[in-house]
Structure formats: structure tokens, C-alpha cells
């Protein structure tokens, strides 16, 4: 006997029997219960008077014989009710009647019993456990950095305020100054970590609190090292999502294929020059638009590439902290882009001290607000660099969701600040 514990998600009465769908911890189906009548009339009485959303718990064994394919049956006794709902739910959670974007984010936590809700959940949490352990595998140690900063690594517009004391800080943007400290005692460190951007504008693709897996790496020959890391990375991550969660794929419909390293490498510029063949106008200095991201996505499928590297992106499209070629041009920047859509930016960093102040000046930014963050490169720091993977985004291209919203439980965005 197990004791099982959930709530009802359906219920069906024919004729003296109860059939009740149970979503409980252990499976992402619901558990299947048959009541009848004829065998424990006081039992059957109690489970046909319960609602939709009742919380309970049941004693009970896998049945010998499973019929349902909605489920796992078993069969049950000693029903014990704990809480019941105290209107009907504002959402069906048997999955029957879609509920529109706004009202599943609204309420996601109750949604979340329904097999195809947590199935996404599911997954996401899977994700994080393959690439921690393909992290751990490959030497990485975890680490954390602050969410409280006094500078950004992107720069200003996009920094959330807010009052330290006396000081002004902000919220992270991204751990990669931290990281790159690390760097100086870690030769690998990663971090599972929200970015907080205070991006105005409402997209399928942006959240204001987003999660990433972030790497760095130390003793890099070039960015070549680190598009090594990320598309295993990420290579391991699809492949363990395939083979662990089949049952879930199966119920959201996704038919993920094996992925394969290496991934396809192009230059900015050829993707410039790729795009602009297929007469679209695009600017070669700035980064590609969302327009041509989505382009490019399509011109890289029909050549049957899924993955690809963006790379060598120009100085004049970047941050301060990347390192520039000879030509002062372009830069060891690149990005992943996954069915086009961007889902990480990495690259290597520029490590010598006196060519980070200058890169620093640029840009326009001051060397004195990064003074914290350049002491470090007084004492030894090697060639390095890393990248910022977004969880979000790899779900959405990994679950052919169409909007970064439902990838995430609690949504932050420009008109959501509850629940
Ligand atoms: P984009 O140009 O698409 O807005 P970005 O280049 O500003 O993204 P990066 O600074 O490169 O983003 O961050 C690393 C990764 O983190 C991105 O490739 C993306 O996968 C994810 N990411 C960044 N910002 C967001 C956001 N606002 N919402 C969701 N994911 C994000
Ligand atoms: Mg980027």
C-alpha cells in the first residue's frame, strides 16, 4: 500500500461506478481511481460529493490490470479529504477548455495540475539537471554572484534601480562581471541565475526576470574553446530531455530529433551577406534584428541546420568586455541561435588590463564605475571567456512554444507584477 496525495483534476459518474483523476507528485498523468458502488457504498458517496480542485489523499496500489491510457490506475481505499475548493476553479484543469495566455499565467500554480502544464514544468527542471550534470562532468564548479549591483555589464538602459542605503544600485543585468572575477582563483565556474532587464517593450521573446545558465572558462586558446562547452552543453541537455522525459515530449506532442556536435559556424558577416542576397536590407556594424534573426532561422533550415553559430560579431555591436581581433573591426564574439532565435550570447573577453580600460572608454562608459571589477585583472587573469545560455528560450525552442511566457511559472513582464 502507497499513500498517495493530490488533487481532482475529473470526474466521472456512470452508473455505480466513480471514476476520479487524481494529479499527484510521483507522474506527470494523473493517477485513475475506480469507485464502486456495490463494493464500498460509504466510500463511493464520499467521492461522487467531491469537486473538481478537492486536495485529498487515498491508500492504494498500482492496478494489475491498466486500461486507461489518460493515466495510471490504481486502486484505492480510506479516501481522506483535506481541503476542498471553495468555489469552482477559475480554469480547467483536466485540460478539456484551453484557457486563454493571460488567464493560464494568471493561474499557472493551479493549472499546473493538468498533465501538459507540469509537463513543461517538468522539463525545465530537467534542463537544469542535465546541464548541472554535464557541468560537474566537465570540471565546472557552481557558483553565485550578486543580485544587488552597483554597475552593469550591458549597460544603463536596461538596468532595473533601486535604493541601496545611501547608494543607487541596480539589479543584475547578468553575473558576467562577477564570473569574470571568478575567473582570477576558478579556472571554470558556472551559475544557474535570473537576469533582471528593464526592457520596455513586449515581445514573444523577452521577460523582465528571465533565467540563464552561465559559464566562463579560463586558459581559452580563443572563442573556439568555449563554442566547444556551449554546444555540448547544450547537445547533452536536448539528448537528456529526449531520453529522460519521453512521457512528457509524447504529452506536449514534441518530436525532438538526437542532436549533433559540432554545430554549423558562420561569420556575421556572411550572415549579412546571406540575408541581404535574400533582399533584405541589414545593417553590417549593428546586431541582426528580429527580423533578420527569423530570416536567417529559415535560410539555415532549408540547409538542414537547426543550431548554428553566429560568429566574429563587430566591435561597434558589442560590449565593452569582448575581445577584438587584430583588425579592430570585429570581435570573438558569437551567438547561438536555435531554429532563429537567439538563445545564448558568448565569446572571448578581452583579459589585459590596459586594453579593458581603454575598450571601457570607448564605449563611452566610465573606467572608474568598474574599478571593482578591473583591480581584478591586476593579478594574473588569463585568457578567458564564457557565455550566457537562456533557459527560457532553449524551452521555447526545444517545446515549439510560441511565447517565452509559457515557459515560466511566474511571469515577469511590462504589465505583470503579480502573482
Ligand atoms: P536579445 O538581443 O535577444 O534581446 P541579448 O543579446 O540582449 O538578447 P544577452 O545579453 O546576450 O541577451 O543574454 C544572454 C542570453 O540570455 C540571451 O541569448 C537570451 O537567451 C537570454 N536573455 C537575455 N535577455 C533576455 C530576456 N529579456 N528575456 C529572456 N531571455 C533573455
Ligand atoms: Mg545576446
Given at each position: 500500500m502507497e499513500r498517495i496525495c493530490g488533487w481532482i483534476i475529473r470526474k466521472k459518474l456512470v452508473g455505480r461506478v466513480a471514476i476520479i483523476e487524481i494529479s499527484g507528485d510521483r507522474y506527470t498523468k494523473p493517477y485513475v481511481l475506480v469507485f464502486k458502488k456495490d463494493r464500498n457504498p460509504e466510500e463511493y458517496e464520499l467521492i461522487q460529493g467531491l469537486s473538481i480542485g478537492t486536495a485529498l489523499c487515498f491508500e492504494g496500489e498500482k492496478a494489475r490490470?491498466?486500461?486507461?491510457?489518460?493515466g495510471i490506475e490504481y486502486v484505492a481505499d480510506k479516501v481522506e479529504v483535506y481541503a476542498e475548493p471553495l468555489?469552482?476553479?477559475?480554469?480547467d484543469t483536466s485540460g478539456k477548455v484551453p484557457a486563454l495566455l493571460d488567464t493560464r499565467i494568471r493561474y499557472r500554480y493551479i493549472l499546473l495540475r493538468n498533465p501538459l502544464e507540469k509537463a513543461i514544468l517538468k522539463i525545465r527542471a530537467g534542463i537544469l539537471e542535465a546541464a548541472r550534470e554535464y557541468l560537474r562532468k566537465n570540471g565546472f564548479l557552481e557558483i553565485h554572484t550578486p543580485k544587488?549591483?552597483?554597475?552593469g555589464a550591458e549597460g544603463g538602459a536596461t538596468l532595473f534601480q533601486l535604493q541601496y542605503f545611501e547608494h543607487r544600485a541596480y539589479l543584475s543585468q547578468s553575473p558576467q562581471l562577477y564570473k569574470q572575477m571568478l575567473i582570477a582563483s576558478i579556472p571554470r565556474v558556472y551559475e544557474i541565475t535570473p537576469y533582471f532587464r528593464a526592457e520596455k517593450f513586449n515581445t514573444?521573446?523577452?521577460?523582465n526576470e528571465s533565467w540563464g545558465i552561465d559559464v566562463e572558462q579560463a586558459f581559452?586558446?580563443?572563442e573556439e574553446d568555449i563554442m566547444n562547452t556551449l554546444e555540448e552543453l547544450v547537445a547533452y541537455i536536448i539528448n537528456y530531455v529526449r531520453t529522460n522525459y519521453e512521457e512528457e515530449l509524447e504529452l506536449l506532442n514534441v518530436e525532438l530529433k538526437p542532436v549533433h556536435t559540432p554545430f554549423k559556424r558562420i561569420k556575421f558577416a556572411e550572415a549579412i551577406e546571406m540575408l541581404e542576397t535574400e533582399g533584405m536590407k541589414v545593417s553590417s556594424t549593428e546586431d541582426v534584428t528580429d527580423a533578420a534573426e527569423k530570416k536567417l532561422g529559415e535560410i539555415m533550415a532549408e540547409k538542414g541546420y537547426d543550431l548554428y553559430f553566429i560568429t566574429k560579431f563587430p566591435w561597434s555591436s558589442t560590449g565593452f568586455y569582448y575581445m577584438r581581433e587584430e583588425?579592430?573591426?570585429?570581435?570573438?564574439k558569437f551567438d547561438l541561435d536555435y531554429k532563429g532565435l537567439e538563445i545564448a550570447s558568448g565569446g572571448q573577453r578581452e583579459h589585459r588590463y590596459y586594453k579593458l580600460v581603454e575598450a571601457i572608454r570607448e564605449k563611452g562608459l566610465d573606467p572608474r564605475d568598474f574599478e571593482f571589477y578591473l583591480e581584478?585583472?591586476?593579478?594574473g587573469i588569463p585568457p578567458h571567456g564564457g557565455f550566457g545560455l537562456g533557459l527560457e528560450r532553449l524551452m521555447m525552442k526545444i517545446l515549439n512554444?510560441?511565447?517565452?511566457?509559457?515557459?515560466?511559472v511566474f511571469v515577469r513582464d511590462r504589465t505583470r507584477l503579480v502573482p
Open positions: 490490470e491498466q486500461k486507461s491510457r489518460r468555489k469552482p476553479l477559475p480554469v544587488i549591483v552597483a554597475a514573444i521573446r523577452h521577460l581559452v586558446k580563443s583588425d579592430g573591426i570585429y570581435t570573438r581584478a585583472f591586476k593579478y512554444l510560441s511565447n517565452i511566457r509559457e515557459a515560466i
